[in-house]
């Protein structure tokens, strides 16, 4: 019955996305990742997820009007030229910020404080807001039907919905910094893409106090194995993970992955691999298409959902955690407090050991957008700068392991301020963040790709929403 459910939507959603590729075949050709452009010595093969965006920004600015023209002429500024426009736009006012991070609202005294370094006088009141249970885009869509949004500009994730319901429905407007441009050796026409404000890491994690050894990514899904993970239904972006392992670059990392098993293990998957392959033909997957689907499916079949990542931190520090592991945010070991048995010594981050195989973790990221109807649009983008373009300003992220920004030269001021890359020291090893350069490369950390997962989420996106759950106990 429940394969009769998954080829009814299989074939229902392949026959929307078919239709709607159709209509916008010129968009799908013009979006590829946007977070492979967070440091100079990545690649900057990213596009403009909305066609239309793209061409307006390449479009001069007498051409432009309202929110567009604005952006237009502030991608040319500097950030002190910014600073004295934001300064006579909003001196008085109240700015309004929305956002899935809570340290807007630590960043936004900070950026006041600089602004009033060029003028003493300037004042600024603000709010900012931090929506539960993913309610950030029915806030952004309610304000955009305004004609003067409440809200000034938005730090979200979830590259998917922002695709699919923010970007593509002109509710939000990508502005890209002049500094933040040349930092990354590209300029605010030339680069196509979300302006992200840091890359987060979640890794594969494992209490080292039993026997069991996660040497492959395979592993976490073998026989026995029920990683600690929040639900992709809790937490969209976990879901985005899963959808981006069908992109055939990572679908490939799997398949090699694989490759390096024993026999016995080998023999284990090969059945949920051979019973993939159809799947993956319907679904339009590349050669490797079946490695990853057998591992969404069994990831999806095994994980022990837990309903936050600080519960699942708190679980496999614990010396009576055993042979436990999890996919969780990197950064969460730093606010670990070590007793007699609880340690951040209990645990390995996979990827860290030797001879560790695959995939290490994922990554997505905190992306910047003006609103549409933005009420103070100058102030917007000399915020959006301060954060991007100056240590000081992305502070309130950078202070902590496993948060990386997209611009080089502020990464590194953040390292050299607070040695991220020696964190734990010879006492705490797994705190010795290695950056993400590292991670990136050697670590086999999957990047979210927004158009690619709002490509698949009607096929990728629904083949998972009808996969078996695991329930402890039964």
Not at 69 to 79: K, P, S, Y
């Amino acid at each position: 019955m429940k394969k009769k459910v998954l080829s009814t939507i299989l074939a229902f959603t392949m026959v929307v996305t078919s239709l709607v590729g159709c209509g916008s075949a010129a968009e799908s050709t013009t979006t590829t990742s946007t977070t492979e452009t967070q440091t100079t010595t990545t690649s900057s093969d990213t596009t403009k997820a909305d066609t239309t965006a793209a061409t307006e920004t390449a479009a001069p600015a007498a051409e432009l009007t309202g929110i567009d023209a604005i952006i237009a002429e502030a991608e040319g500024m500097t950030m002190e030229e910014l600073a004295k426009k934001a300064i006579e736009e909003s001196n008085g006012k109240t700015f309004y910020g929305v956002g899935n991070s809570s340290r807007g609202k630590s960043a936004l005294p900070v950026f006041i404080e600089y602004l009033q370094s060029i003028d003493p006088s300037y004042t600024m009141e603000f709010e900012w807001q931090q929506p539960k249970n993913n309610k950030i885009f029915e806030q952004l869509t309610s304000d955009s039907l305004k004609s003067e949004g409440t809200f000034a500009m938005t730090l979200i994730q979830d590259g998917n919905q922002i695709q699919s319901k923010m970007v593509d429905t002109d509710i939000l407007k990508t502005f890209i910094p002049k500094e933040w441009a040349e930092a990354n050796g590209t300029t605010a026409d030339a680069y196509a893409g979300f302006l992200p404000l840091q890359t987060l890491n979640k890794v594969f994690m494992y209490n080292n106090q039993g026997s069991a050894t996660f040497a492959n990514c395979w592993d976490f899904v073998y026989e026995g194995s029920h990683p600690l993970f929040m639900g992709v239904d809790s937490e969209i972006v976990g879901k985005n993970f899963l959808m981006m392992l069908t992109e055939e670059k990572y679908a490939t990392w799997l398949k090699e992955a694989y490759d390096k098993l024993d026999d016995t293990k080998k023999a284990y998957f090969e059945p949920t691999i051979q019973e993939m392959q159809t799947d993956a033909s319907d679904l339009g997957l590349g050669a490797n298409g079946a490695y990853a689907l057998a591992w969404i499916k069994l990831w999806v079949n095994n994980y022990n959902e837990q309903t936050d990542d600080g519960p699942i931190c708190n679980t496999l520090v614990d010396a009576s955690a055993k042979d436990q592991s999890g996919l969780l945010v990197y950064s969460k070991l730093r606010s670990v407090e070590e007793s007699a048995t609880v340690s951040v010594n209990n645990i390995n981050v996979a990827a860290y050991q030797d001879g560790y195989t695959g995939i290490g973790g994922y990554g997505y990221c905190h992306y910047l957008f003006l609103t549409k109807n933005s009420p103070l649009p100058w102030t917007a983008c000399a915020f959006i700068a301060y954060m991007t373009c100056t240590e000081k300003g992305f502070e309130a992220w950078g202070k902590d392991m496993g948060g990386y920004s997209a611009n080089p030269n502020v990464a590194q001021e953040i390292e050299d301020t607070f040695h991220h890359s020696q964190g734990g020291g010879d006492e705490f090893p797994a705190k010795n963040d290695r950056g993400y350069d590292w991670w990136t490369t050697t670590g086999e950390l999957v990047l979210e790709d927004p158009a690619y997962c709002s490509e698949v989420s009607f096929t990728v996106g629904s083949w998972i929403d009808v996969l078996d759950h695991y329930a402890p106990g039964e």
